[in-house]
T-cell receptor
Framework: DAGVIQSPRHEVTEMGQEVTLRCKPI?????LFWYRQTMMRGLELLIY????????DSGMPEDRFSAKMPNASFSTLKIQPSEPRDSAVYFC??????????????FGSGTQLSVL | SQQGEEDPQALSIQEGENATMNCSYK?????LQWYRQNSGRGLVHLIL?????REKHSGRLRVTLDTSKKSSSLLITASRAADTASYFC???????????FGQGTRLTINP
């Protein structure tokens, strides 16, 4: 298995532009998570899906952020409009079932986003 | 915050020495997990310990869990240069389905 695949690896954009981050989870995994990592705030959970349905989006910082999972093999995280404070590394992770049932997360390599 | 807190924030030791990192948390958990992150990479799962377990081993890794003190420790024995990375504890709180990460310990192994 190729693992969790994220694209792009790096994204540089100007303030106000729309940014779309993409993720392909491991086949057969029921849960998909989007995390954001910064030096100041560490790893923050933004949103997670179970069987393509958003379960908890309480970590999404603002209405500028939206996430979708149209099918079991693809998810997007969109920021519109982007701001410099959105600069961070965004990780996608997937798991076979719920973490509460003692499952580990598999992480992608992340997208380094820089908003100028 | 429900985040676990790692201690120390940074640790630098000589190759061959043992490294110990600690994690404390605030509420009851289902399980606690440790992850490693090499620079510029994603996180990699190391070990999971359930709330009813007290100790687990995996190769050179030893994890302990003390639910009465709400704390866990990760011991890496006979450290190697390749162990240089950041190490995170992550907890699944009772009633929740999500993993919450601490701020991490940055470990540097000097040759």
């Amino acid at each position: 298995d190729a693992g969790v695949i994220q694209s792009p690896r790096h994204e540089v954009t100007e303030m106000g532009q729309e940014v779309t981050l993409r993720c392909k989870p491991i086949s057969g995994h029921d849960y998909l998570f989007w995390y954001r990592q910064t030096m100041m705030r560490g790893l923050e959970l933004l949103i997670y899906f179970n069987n393509n349905v958003p379960i908890d989006d309480s970590g999404m910082p603002e209405d500028r952020f939206s996430a979708k999972m149209p099918n079991a093999s693809f998810s997007t995280l969109k920021i519109q409009p982007s701001e410099p404070r959105d600069s961070a590394v965004y990780f996608c992770a997937s798991s076979l079932s719920a973490a509460a049932t003692n499952e580990k997360l598999f992480f992608g390599s992340g997208t380094q986003l820089s908003v100028l | 915050s429900q985040q676990g807190e790692e201690d120390p924030q940074a640790l630098s030791i000589q190759e061959g020495e043992n490294a110990t990192m600690n994690c404390s948390y605030k509420t009851s958990i289902n399980n606690l997990q440790w992850y490693r992150q090499n620079s510029g990479r994603g996180l990699v799962h190391l070990i999971l310990i359930r709330s009813n377990e007290r100790e687990k081993h995996s190769g050179r890794l030893r994890v302990t869990l003390d639910t009465s003190k709400k704390s866990s420790s990760l011991l890496i024995t006979a450290s190697r240069a390749a162990d240089t990375a950041s190490y995170f504890c992550a907890t699944v709180f009772r009633g929740a389905q999500k993993l919450v990460f601490g701020q991490g310990t940055r470990l540097t192994i000097n040759p």
